[in-house]
């Protein structure tokens, strides 16, 4: 398995922007497909956005559409996610997590690897 892990989360404005970092090591990071996911505080973790292994492939939650961007550096073995236009309601620990099936999903079953997530709070 790989090993992740997340960085960039912190307090923000509604409005405003940050972009998350996930770090991998361990193995050959090109060979995994990646995502992001989110917990909110009383609510089930939720997939928010997934990376094929090349990066020509990208899909979105409807909630994150238009102001998310998945993207990866496989020279840098990183994955990043840049959040534009924060609301209140994008407050939750963001993880970040790999897995090595050949199709693109958004289950959390499908993903072996996981981070241990960074805080994300954007306040009104």
């Known amino acids: 398995q790989v090993q992740l892990v997340e960085s960039g989360g912190g307090l923000v404005q509604a409005g405003g922007s940050l972009r998350l970092s996930c770090a991998a090591s361990g193995r050959t990071f090109s060979n995994y497909a990646m995502a992001w996911f989110r917990q909110a505080p009383g609510k089930e973790r939720e997939f928010v956005a997934h990376i094929n292994w090349r990066g020509g492939s990208t899909g979105y939650a409807d909630s994150v559409k238009g102001r998310f961007t998945i993207s990866r550096d496989n020279a840098k073995n990183t994955v990043y996610l840049q959040m534009n236009s924060l609301k209140p309601e994008d407050t939750a620990v963001y993880y970040c997590?790999?897995?090595?099936?050949?199709?693109?999903?958004?289950?959390?079953?499908?993903?072996?690897?996981w981070g241990s997530g960074t805080q994300v709070t954007v306040s009104s």
């Open positions: 997590a790999a897995s090595s099936l050949r199709y693109m999903s958004r289950r959390m079953d499908d993903f072996a690897s």
